[in-house]
C-alpha cells in the first residue's frame, strides 16, 4: 500500500513563480525524503528531512516536515522550466527497515518558460 | 564511476516467457532494491537486499524472484511472465546513509 498521499497531483506554473507540494503519510517515521524523476529517467535525490527536524533547505528547495500532522511539504522558489518532472516523496521508518522506502504517488510539476 | 546501471533498458515478452533484469552498482553499497513503476503510481518495493547472499521481500514480490550473489549486482527473475508484470522496473541502492541511488530504468512489456 502507498504510505504517502501527494497533492496536487498535478501542477502547472510560469517560470519565476513558487511551486509547493504536499505529501501525507500514515505511520512513524524515521525520516522522510525527496525525489525528482524527469520523464522516462530514474529517480534523483533532493533533499532528506529526519523527524526531529522541522524545516530544511537546499538551494532553491525548502522543506518542512510535521510529525503531527504526518505531513511535509516541498517548495520550489523561482522556478524554471528545468524543473519540469515528476516529484515524489518516500518514508523511511527506520529500525531494521534497512532504508527501505515507501513512496506517494507524485505530483507532476509542468514550468512554462 | 557508473553508479547504478540496469540491462537491458528494454524488452518484450510474450506471456509465459522468462527473463532476468540485472541490476549493477560500483558505490560498494550494502543495500539494494528492486521496484517497480506502474503509470500514474509511484514506486513499489518487490524485492531487496542487505547484503550478499541475502534477499528478502517487498512489498509486492509475487512472480518474481531475486539474486544477489555478488554485492555488486542484484538480479530480478521473472519465470512465467504475466500482462500485469507490464511495467517500468527501478533498481536502487545505498550504503545505510538513507539516500537511495537508482538506475535508469527497464521498460518491460508483456504482451
Known amino acids: 500500500s502507498q504510505q504517502g498521499e501527494e497533492d496536487p497531483q498535478a501542477l502547472s506554473i510560469q517560470e519565476g513563480e513558487n511551486a509547493t507540494m504536499n505529501c501525507s503519510y500514515k505511520t512513524s517515521i524515521n525520516n522522510l525524503q525527496w525525489y525528482r524523476q524527469n520523464s522516462g529517467r530514474g529517480l534523483v535525490h533532493l533533499i532528506l528531512?529526519?523527524?526531529?527536524?522541522r524545516e530544511k533547505h537546499s538551494g532553491r528547495l525548502r522543506v518542512t516536515l510535521d510529525t503531527s500532522k504526518k505531513s511535509s511539504s516541498l517548495l520550489i522558489t523561482a522556478s524554471r522550466a528545468a524543473d519540469t518532472a515528476s516529484y515524489f516523496c518516500?518514508?523511511?521508518?527506520?529500525?531494521?527497515?534497512?532504508?527501505?522506502?515507501?513512496f506517494g504517488q507524485g505530483t507532476i510539476l509542468t514550468v512554462h518558460p | 564511476n557508473a553508479g547504478v546501471t540496469q540491462t537491458p533498458k528494454f524488452r518484450v515478452l510474450k506471456t509465459g516467457q522468462s527473463m532476468t533484469l540485472l541490476c549493477a552498482q560500483d558505490m560498494n553499497h550494502e543495500y539494494m532494491y528492486w521496484y517497480r513503476q506502474d503509470p500514474g503510481m509511484g514506486l513499489r518495493l518487490i524485492h531487496y537486499s542487505v547484503g550478499e547472499g541475502t534477499t528478502a521481500k517487498g512489498e509486492v514480490p509475487d512472480g518474481y524472484n531475486v539474486s544477489r550473489l555478488k554485492k555488486q549486482n542484484f538480479l530480478l527473475g521473472l519465470e512465467s511472465a504475466a500482462p500485469s508484470q507490464t511495467s517500468v522496473y527501478f533498481c536502487?541502492?545505498?550504503?545505510?546513509?538513507?539516500?537511495?541511488?537508482f538506475g535508469p530504468g527497464t521498460r518491460l512489456t508483456v504482451t
Open positions: 518516500a518514508t523511511d521508518a527506520g529500525g531494521t527497515s534497512y532504508g527501505k522506502l515507501t
Open positions: 536502487a541502492s545505498n550504503s545505510r546513509t538513507y539516500e537511495q541511488y
Open positions: 528531512i529526519r523527524s526531529n527536524e
